[in-house]
């Protein structure tokens, strides 16, 4: 079964912190991506990446960047936190073809 | 853009009740439909999916059928289980772009 991984269940930060996320999948595949999930609104794209150390922009990449060093991992990053940052992010990872994700379990950052 | 309209809820039912849950969409091309689960406390998984119009996709006693002419994917369940209980998702999908994804239909189903 492909594994995704989440390195944070739960995680409070205070504003104004730089916060990492972490997410590692082990089914070598080409495509990751990072959403947030917020009542009412579904799902969002932040940022995603098809290939080691490249990345693109999704719907909301506004106050986020990422990093790709390394095929299995990819990071979100929160350069300042704010409090309407706070929400569920959501990792997954696809084959090139982009049909198929695999979500790990979210982290639920809180900014206070 | 394409966007997805689903019915929010919660819907509540009693168990071995019948499950209904909207799902329209407007999208350019022709996507492939999806239906993703998320059941407590997990990230979203794969439930079905069909690629053309009239194609009906199929897991776990759910269904849900192409409707090309009137952009719709409806999810169907002949008698809910508690352990159905989740939020589910409807997503419109274009090969090489990227999902798109409702807001999600909460589903309780009591015992």
């Known amino acids: 079964d492909v594994k995704v991984t989440q390195s944070s269940r739960y995680l409070v930060k205070r504003t104004g912190e730089k916060v990492f996320l972490e997410c590692v999948q082990d089914?070598?595949?080409?495509?990751m991506f990072w959403y947030r999930q917020d009542p009412g609104l579904g799902l969002r794209l932040i940022y995603f990446?098809?290939?080691?150390?490249?990345?693109e922009k999704g719907d909301i990449p506004e106050g986020y960047s990422v990093s790709r060093e390394k095929k299995e991992r990819f990071s979100l990053i929160l350069e300042s936190a704010s409090t309407n940052q706070t929400s569920m992010y959501l990792c997954?990872?696809?084959?090139?073809?982009?049909?198929?994700?695999?979500f790990g379990s979210g982290t639920q950052l809180s900014v206070l | 853009g394409d966007s997805v309209t689903q019915m929010e809820g919660p819907v509540t039912l009693s168990e071995e009740a019948f499950l209904t849950i909207n799902c329209t969409y407007t999208?350019?091309?022709?996507?492939?439909l999806f239906w993703y689960v998320q059941y407590p406390g997990e990230g979203l998984q794969l439930l079905l999916k069909?690629?053309?119009?009239?194609d009906k996709g199929s897991n776990k006693g759910f269904e849900a059928t192409y409707r090309k002419e009137t952009t719709s994917f409806h999810l169907e369940k002949g008698s809910v289980q508690v352990s159905d209980s989740a939020v589910y998702f409807c997503?419109?999908?274009?090969?090489?772009?990227?999902?798109?994804f409702g807001p999600g239909t909460r589903l309780s189903v009591l015992p």
């Open positions: 997954a990872s696809s084959f090139r073809g982009r049909e198929k994700l695999f």
């Open positions: 089914m070598d595949h080409e495509n």
């Open positions: 990446s098809y290939d080691v150390k490249m990345k």
């Open positions: 999208a350019t091309g022709y996507p492939s």
């Open positions: 069909a690629t053309k119009a009239d």
């Open positions: 997503a419109p999908y274009n090969y090489g772009q990227n999902f798109v």
